[in-house]
């Protein structure tokens, strides 16, 4: 006898679930995983991949992408209504950089994304433009994948590269999973090593001399001191907290569909479908709005930024299990060469530039570097994540630059990931995309010259 009600999408989240589980407990016991501190999300995601793969799990990876789409849209929906007076931002030992000082470091890590970001870009780029030289032709964006799985993470890259399926890319969204998986391999397997090879030779402002346990295995011990997850700001005998803050992003969500699918009415066919690859920029434009009118309205206090942060926690650690599952390793192999190529090529330049210029900052240059590498060859998370292993009490204020880094990179990211769809929307052509692509690295790199961020270091280690 067959259920009376469908259970697919319930089955698929049981299993992204499993995957989960197992992750968190791999990393608790596993020694190898230990060491490069592979996050739980990314080891069940690895699993997951291994099981559809092999055929042991029979299941639909474009439901599985469908999941990992909407994970990402709740993250960013979730940071738009995260209000940012939270009181355990600020009792969480944080410093903050004081005097003419306190902009420098969001500034440069700001830069850096404006130095990579296009650089991965133009490498992609000219690497599509050389293989249909030899005689392997690519989709024009077919390079542009690069710097939105490296820099922008797994959820951009599934989300913009779904929408390039439907103007043409065939398997777009693995492609693009696929540099996003590789990217997060790039910050553990190299960006790890990096940092203990920095403390080993005195670069560390504040040299941990052992990390905690917890930090290791994943697991906080059962008699040890616990973190909060947020405030009640609901009666309980009205509704749950946790029900009216995911209430909240439902409420976005739903307005959010509304509008870009009215804005799908107004543009081309040709345009439209990439709107929906834009939805988590609506869905946040959105919820600051949202945000801002709890706020002039007094009931503002009701967003819980503990809880909000959790939601945005739990949908980024989904989001992570769900695409690298949705990775299709037939369709990887078919583009083996161009991947390859593609990827290794940007880490190891990644790699190279971001080292270069840490070497240049005066101060936490090693605590800068690490969180802005993790960050451009997978997510903030990975960033801040490698800069725990250097200042694992964050005594220095880079975590706190981490957060401030996004207001000044919004305007450079937000253009870069709008002009990897010029070859689609305005009809350039490759070569002059990865021009103006080369002019935003320069730009960014004449930014760094004038404001002095390009100096030689003159020994000082902290401000």
Known sequence: MNSPFPFDSMLVFSFLSCLLLTGIALRAKVGMIQKFLFPSCLIGGVIGLMAVA??????????????????????????????????????????????????????????????????????????????????????????????????????????????????GFANAATVGLTFAAVGFFFAFFVGVPLVNYGIRKGRATFAPSQLPNDFITGILAKNGPKETAGNLTIHRGNADTLAFQAALIGLVYGITYGLVKLLDSMFSPDIAPILWGF?????????????????????????????????????????????????????????????????????????????????????????????????????????????????????????????????????????????????????WSVGLTVLVFAGIFSGSLLTMKLLGLMKRPTGCRAP
């Open 279 to 427: 939805f988590f920029f609506f869905g946040l434009g959105v919820a600051l709005i949202v945000k801002w009118l709890m706020t002039v309205t007094g009931i503002g206090f009701l967003s819980d930024p503990g809880v909000q942060r959790r939601i945005t926690g739990w949908s980024v650690d989904y989001l992570i299990v769900a695409t690298v599952t949705a990775i299709q390793l037939k369709i990887v192999w078919d583009y083996i060469l161009p991947i390859s190529l593609m990827a290794i090529t940007n880490g190891v330049l990644t790699t190279i530039l971001v080292i270069w210029f840490g070497k240049k900052l005066n101060n936490f240059g090693l605590e800068r570097s690490v969180a802005i590498f993790g960050t451009v060859t997978g997510t903030v998370s990975c960033g801040l994540l490698l800069l725990r292993i250097v200042d694992p009490e964050f005594k220095t204020p880079v975590a706190f630059e981490i957060a401030v880094m996004n207001i000044f990179v919004l305007p450079i990211v937000g253009g870069c990931t709008v002009l990897v769809n010029a070859p689609l929307w305005w009809g």
């Open 54 to 167: 092999t055929g042991i799990v029979d299941l639909n990876t474009a439901v599985i992408e469908t999941f990992a789409y909407h994970f990402f849209n709740i993250s960013f929906i979730s940071v738009g209504l995260t209000r940012d007076d939270a009181p355990d931002r600020q009792a969480s030992g944080v410093k903050k950089t004081t005097g003419k000082n306190k902009l420098r470091g969001p500034i440069w890590m700001a830069l850096m994304q404006g130095l990579t970001f296009p650089m991965q870009a133009v490498v992609g780029g000219l690497s599509v433009i050389a293989l249909g030289t030899a005689g392997l032709k690519l989709f024009p964006t077919f390079g542009f994948l690069v710097p939105l799985g490296f820099n922008e993470g797994p959820g951009q890259a599934l989300s913009i590269g779904k929408t390039w399926e439907a103007l």
